[in-house]
């Protein structure tokens, strides 16, 4: 069964750092890994999606990192801002699978 | 374009009641699929549906139901509700069955039992 895990559960960082968040995978048969954002009582907005022939994928601030053979992916966020706060969920799709498995998340406060 | 839309927002019922949620994939969208988001448990996956059919349900108990319509929305029926249903249910939807499609979801629908 495919696990999937986030550490740490919760951090805090002054506006402006760089934020850095884990994810790691017990199965690395898998077709993809997506990184996603919630907010408090919403649902998730897709953020990236990497395909497991791929090793990163960019999108603004954001760029996220895939070693499918190790069973880890890291979200980098550049120059975090007040509006980054929010729990960012890691999710992949096995091999055979067209379900989720989805991490608990970390919870980001970005302190202005 | 219009994303996953859910309704209803919240949703309160009772022990022993039945529940029903809805969902409107985004256009041109055929897969369905359905997540259980309980606080403290992460997400679990529940149901998936493609061009009509059930193609795969996780680990919950068969009073956990739904259907999928020839418009592709769904539906998620819940019966017998007991208190460790309340939980935020999300619905996401996919182009087709294809393991490389990214999934989309909507914003959820908050279940309370009382």
């Known amino acids: 069964k495919q696990e999937v895990t986030q550490i740490p559960a919760a951090l805090s960082v002054p506006e402006g750092e760089n934020l850095v968040l884990n994810c790691s995978f017990t199965d690395s048969a898998i077709y993809n890994l997506q990184w996603f954002r919630q907010d408090p009582g919403k649902g998730l907005t897709s953020l990236l999606l990497?395909?497991?022939?791929?090793r990163e994928q960019t999108s603004g601030r954001l760029n996220a990192s895939l070693d499918k053979s190790s069973g880890r992916s890291t979200l980098y966020i550049a120059a975090s801002q007040p509006g980054d706060s929010a729990t960012y969920l890691c999710a992949v799709r096995p091999y055979g699978n067209n379900r989720l498995a989805f991490g608990k998340g970390n919870q980001v406060v970005v302190i202005p | 374009e219009a994303g996953v839309t859910q309704s209803p927002t919240h949703l309160i019922k009772t022990r022993g009641q039945q529940a029903t949620l809805r969902c409107s994939p985004i256009s041109g969208h055929t897969s369905v699929y359905w997540y259980q988001q309980a606080l403290g448990l992460g997400l679990q996956f529940l149901l998936w549906y493609d061009e009509g059919e059930e193609r795969n349900r996780g680990n919950f108990p068969p009073r956990f139901s739904g259907r999928q319509f020839p418009n592709y929305s769904s539906e998620l029926n819940v019966n017998a509700l007991e208190l460790e249903d309340s939980a935020l249910y999300l619905c996401?939807?996919?182009?087709?069955?294809?393991?490389?499609?990214?999934?989309?979801f909507g914003d959820g629908t908050r279940l309370s039992i009382l």
């Open positions: 990497i395909q497991s022939s791929q």
């Open positions: 996401a939807s996919s182009r087709g069955q294809g393991v490389h499609q990214p999934q989309h």
